[in-house]
């Protein structure tokens, strides 16, 4: 009787909005699978930005192992850059259609062409065919970047979670990635086989994660929040880069400026390591899997730290510790290169400050934009990443091979310096309430106010009001008063 009357209390509690309701809980035998779920949904969602990761990383080294193909000095600069003209197309375009078609479908496109992309690369004929290839990989991994962000701050469970559900899923392919591709290329130089072989063998085990992805997005995804068919409320979509044009210039810009650093360093920092070590090409590849795997523990800091400093000031920490330490690179960099070990930790902590801005990017992009128009959001903003990654990278290709090394680490300081003023001035400052307050307005149609919104910072959570009255509370504490008894 007692169980039953505190049951009735509890009831009536609900009902009357005092409190939330309790969540059920699932059955024991049902646990694990409550707990396997996520985790495949986060494979799922995260194994395209794994994949696009191995595969920016296996150009770093085939441009050492694919001497057979003989290319020119301006075919090997196209080879590293190829991937990024196709990435622009691909961010460009499957941003925008996933507001239209849904994630889900855009995420299993993107599989696809990645999947082809890979096998062509895999049995390229020429550095022509090689250079098609990675065209059109890029255009698969292009879009992975738009629709694998939105996609994880749409399925968070508050609006405040979503930056830390896309450092998460940065972690996961930035993570292990890079450092599956380098473990790949050293053991498969350590077995004995032929160049020829080996980055084609590099490429295939890139096409069996796109297989591998493909599958588990079949099965697995779906859109998040019913966004397969997303209502235009009042010309949101007309309106949007008329009101939205100072985020939009800001992710966008510093998107640029951060690939610009990212894929100019990572796409040549085998050979840096092998101008300042010497040694066997496989001593360069073991030392960039270390540095890879010693940087994992930045990235794993990252969402912890966005649970509790606001992205913008996470994305200005990370800029500025990468300006310092590559500056100490670029001034030092003539008797650095002598002392392996000293320049390696240096080095490595540019590398762990590089992955802050790295996640936010990402992140602020995916959470900033109305929903009906994230995907195009998040597309230019990625897209004009890829820029920076083809100047990044042409450019410091080009000072790599004339020697010129302190002088990438000197266009790294200033650039981050830049990037750092370019967040202070153009990325607001929320959380989550103000991300919810701007959705709102957006939706109905009152993009100015919900840009200020955005701008006037941090929020406060909306109160929740009691939804019963005195009469009520009298009959709740007399319910109380008998279950006592």
């Not at 049951?7 to 509690?13: I, P």
């Not at 969402?303 to 100490?328: D, E, Y």
């Amino acid at each position: 009787a007692v169980r039953a009357a505190q049951d009735f209390v509890l009831e009536y509690q609900c009902t009357a909005g005092l409190r939330p309701p309790p969540l059920p809980r699932p059955a024991p035998q049902g646990r694990a699978a409550a707990m396997a779920s996520p985790v495949v949904f986060a494979v799922a969602t995260g194994i395209g930005l794994l994949t696009d990761k191995y595969m920016l990383e296996a150009t770093n080294y085939v441009e050492h192992y694919a001497a057979d193909m003989r290319p020119t000095p301006q075919q090997s600069e196209f080879i590293k850059c190829a991937m990024y003209a196709g990435a622009i197309f691909g961010m460009v375009t499957m941003g925008p259609v996933s507001d239209f078609i849904g994630r889900r479908a855009s995420l299993i496109a993107c599989s696809v062409v990645t999947l082809a992309g890979a096998l062509l690369s895999a049995g390229a004929w020429s550095a022509h065919a090689l250079i098609a290839a990675r065209i059109l990989t890029g255009v698969g991994m292009g879009g992975e970047y738009p629709l694998a962000s939105t996609h994880s701050a749409e399925s968070s469970e508050g609006s405040g979670n979503g930056a830390r559900n896309v450092a998460l899923l940065y972690l996961f392919g930035n993570g292990l990635g890079p450092v599956l591709c380098s473990l790949v290329t050293y053991c498969l130089d350590l077995s004995g086989l032929p160049g020829h072989i080996v980055w084609r063998l590099i490429f295939a085990v890139g096409a069996l994660l796109s297989l591998c992805g493909l599958v588990l997005r079949y099965f697995t995804t779906k859109n998040a929040k019913n966004l397969a068919k997303v209502h235009n409320p009042k010309g949101t979509r007309r309106n949007f880069v008329r009101h939205y044009w100072r985020p939009l210039f800001g992710t966008s810009l510093i998107w640029l400026l951060f690939d610009v650093v990212e894929y100019g360093l990572k796409q040549n920092d085998a050979a840096i390591f092998a101008e300042s070590e010497g040694g066997p090409y496989r001593n360069s590849v073991l030392m960039v899997l270390c540095q890879r795997l010693l940087s994992i523990p930045s990235l794993a800091f990252a969402p912890w730290l966005l649970t509790k400093i606001r992205s913008k000031r996470v994305q200005m920490l990370g800029f500025a510790g990468c300006m310092c330490a590559n500056l100490t690179l670029a001034l030092g960099y003539s008797e650095l290169k002598g002392i392996t070990l000293l320049f390696n930790a240096v080095y490595l902590v540019q590398l762990s400050f590089q992955s802050l801005p790295g996640v936010t990017t990402l992140a602020i992009s995916a959470e900033i934009f109305p929903t009906v128009v994230k995907g195009t959001g998040a597309g230019i903003s990625a897209a004009s990443g890829k820029i920076g990654a083809t100047l990044g990278s042409y450019l410091f290709t080009l000072l790599q091979e004339q020697g010129h090394v302190s002088a990438i680490f000197w266009t790294v300081a200033a650039t981050s310096a830049a990037a750092v003023v370019a967040t202070a001035l153009l990325t607001p400052g929320y959380n989550g309430a103000t991300l919810a307050h701007a959705e709102e307005l957006a939706h109905d149609g009152r993009l100015r106010e919900a840009v200020r919104a955005l701008y006037r910072g941090p929020q406060a959570p909306p109160r929740q009001e009691a939804k019963c009255d005195a009469q009520d509370m009298a009959e709740i504490e007399n319910a109380s008063t008998t279950a006592s008894e």
